[in-house]
């Protein structure tokens, strides 16, 4: 009995080693082709390679991952205040959440550069500032003296461009005006389209105005016929301009096109703000009726709506997908409510320097601008950015040099505007039909080339029926037949009224009479045939000059004639003469030998 737990314990690892490890190419067993087996085990083989690649470079590139804000038990993470988090964050996280009071000259707007940077200001009365906003460093500040109603970078942080009262205006980075372009009059929102560098613009005329900023010229101007706008945004899938109008519409645009690609309403009042995430799948709108709603670009349908006790101002969705929801003086910062309906926001805020006018979250950072009525305040919102950069699209960390190339390829990589459309993937592809839609448009082309060609052969006939039917000949002898056939009845009565009224003999001899003048008649019209025959091509230029040539010969005939007989004449008295002198030299007796 002691042995038989040892005897399983033997047993147990006997069958473990008679187990053989599956081999791992056993999923081609079933594969007889030597040729294919090949194959598949080099594709198995690279499919191996590239997954080990990426994990490696994945290990080494993109280390960082985004973290938010987690609550611990019944807390909700909407119930942390800002001054909590502040007070949480690292002292160099800290230094980037600020309050800019600027009461005098707002309500102000901002935007970053591409690669978030920089943030430049604008105030409603004229103020304009650039500034290294992490640093704190004031690049440049200027007062133009004028109402400005919106700001944006360019392709970079050199240049930025202010929607102005009257015209849109470029500044460099010392505050000094570049360029005045009065083709946009009367702007309300700016939009650049960095990989396009296009500035567009539309404002109280409803009017959109796209510029090339590399070239000066104005490359679209669409008339939208909806009245003024003061929300547009662009979407970065394919570079079209989203417009919210104030009749509730949503419209989308291209410079390609003079109509709107896609048009639909939105709200039961006029659309206040919208934006769109950076996968340009999701559209968020804001309207009047209190309504914020998100839309599938896809499908062009509503996902799903949240209702608000105020009417939203201003929107904007992060690198990383929160959206950000501006109310009055309130702030709601949402998570993961795109896809999916969100029951609670994930943070908010009570901005302490007024009313909210723009929001902008600085891209590959945890930061959110708002423009207030009072100044500008930034404000932390863990995850937002995105933490891993790519340095081919934007470095927030390029040198003086580096900056300048990325300027040239940028340039050498401008797309031209006709490559702006609704579905981006089209470009360059080849459209493949099915199988049963291509026979069925081959069936409807030859149904169409079949009644084509009948309709034309129809034409044809028709047409060569009526060949000379419209002369006038030809139509003075329908009006005679016209005139026959309406007197018909009556000749044919009279004829009847005769034939039985007049005896069989003279109806016999009529008739005889009748036959000799048809026959009469046929024999004159044959013989003006064969004489028209005999006549066939003698009014030809050879023949008239050949005719001319005998009719002239014929004239001269009598004389030629005379002057023939007179030298015939002549002639014979010479040859008379002669024989009557020879008859005289010779002997009388020998005359009757020469007669």
């Known amino acids: 009995m002691a042995n038989e737990p040892e005897q399983e314990l033997l047993t147990l690892q006997a069958s473990r080693r008679k187990k053989k490890k599956p081999k791992q190419d056993a999923y081609l067993a079933g594969v007889s082709d030597r040729k294919l087996k090949g194959q598949l085990k080099h594709t198995e083989k690279l499919y191996k390679q590239s997954n080990k690649a990426a994990a490696h470079i994945n290990q080494w590139l993109a280390p960082a991952e985004a973290g938010f804000v987690e609550a611990e038990g019944i807390e909700e993470t909407w119930q942390i205040q800002q001054q909590q988090i502040v007070g949480a964050a690292e002292q160099g996280a800290a230094r980037k959440a600020f309050d800019l009071a600027l009461p005098d000259l707002g309500p102000y707007r901002c935007a970053y550069s591409r690669a978030g940077r920089h943030m430049v200001l604008g105030g409603a009365k004229g103020h304009l500032a650039v500034l290294e906003w992490a640093s704190g460093h004031l690049t440049c500040e200027v007062q133009v003296r004028e109402t400005t109603r919106d700001v944006t970078f360019l392709h970079n942080e050199l240049f930025f461009a202010a929607a102005q009262k009257k015209y849109v205006y470029i500044y460099d980075k010392r505050g000094l005006e570049v360029h005045c372009l009065r083709s946009h009059v009367a702007p309300e929102v700016l939009e650049f389209l960095?990989?396009?560098?296009?500035?567009?613009?539309?404002?109280?005329?409803?009017?959109l105005h796209y510029q090339d900023t590399s070239t000066g010229q104005i490359v679209a101007t669409h008339r939208t016929r909806l009245g003024p706008c003061d929300a547009m945004r662009e979407n970065p899938h394919n570079a079209l301009l989203c417009c919210g109008h104030a009749n509730g519409t949503v419209t989308m645009w291209t410079p390609n096109i003079t109509t709107p690609v896609v048009k639909m309403l939105g709200h039961r009042g006029a659309v206040k703000a919208l934006a769109v995430d950076p996968t340009g799948h999701q559209l968020v709108t804001a309207g009047v009726d209190r309504q914020v709603k998100v839309w599938d670009v896809r499908t062009f349908k509503p996902l799903h709506a949240y209702f608000a006790n105020s009417p939203a101002t201003s929107l904007d969705i992060s690198q990383r997908g929160l959206l950000a929801v501006g109310q009055g003086r309130r702030l709601q910062l949402w998570r993961d409510c795109l896809a999916s309906k969100a029951a609670a926001p994930y943070l908010t805020h009570m901005l302490p320097l007024g009313g909210i006018s723009s929001l902008r979250f600085c891209p590959y950072e945890d930061v959110l601008s708002v423009g207030t009525a009072g100044g500008v305040s930034s404000v932390l919102v863990p995850g937002a950015g995105e933490p891993n950069f790519d340095s081919f699209v934007a470095n927030p960390y390029a040198s003086i040099k580096e900056r300048r190339e990325q300027e040239v390829a940028q340039l050498l990589d401008k797309l031209q505007p006709d490559t702006i459309m609704l579905d981006p993937e089209a470009v360059g592809k080849v459209l493949k039909e099915p199988v049963d839609v291509a026979a069925q448009r081959r069936r409807e082309e030859s149904a169409a080339n079949a009644a084509r060609l009948a309709a034309q052969r129809g034409k044809a006939d028709d047409k060569a029926k009526m060949k000379g039917r419209n002369k006038p000949t030809r139509r003075q002898k329908k009006k005679q037949m016209n005139i026959i056939e309406d007197k018909k009845p009556a000749i044919r009565a009279k004829i009847q009224e005769e034939v039985l009224k007049e005896p069989v003999d003279v109806a016999a001899q009529r008739r005889r009479e009748e036959s000799a003048a048809n026959a009469a008649r046929l024999a004159a019209q044959r013989g003006k045939a064969d004489d028209k025959a005999k006549m066939k091509g003698r009014n030809k230029p050879t023949r008239r000059q050949k005719k001319k040539q005998m009719n002239i010969i014929?004239?001269?005939?009598?004389?030629?004639?005379?002057?023939?007989?007179?030298?015939?004449?002549?002639?014979?008295?010479?040859?008379?003469?002669?024989?009557?002198?020879?008859?005289?030299?010779?002997?009388?007796?020998?005359?009757?030998?020469?007669?």
């Open 554 to 595: 014929e004239d001269k005939k009598p004389a030629i004639r005379a002057k023939i007989q007179e030298e015939d004449w002549a002639r014979k008295e010479v040859a008379q003469e002669a024989k009557r002198q020879k008859l005289e030299s010779v002997p009388r007796a020998l005359h009757r030998l020469y007669q």
């Open 194 to 207: 960095p990989h396009h560098f296009l500035l567009a613009s539309i404002g109280e005329q409803g009017v």
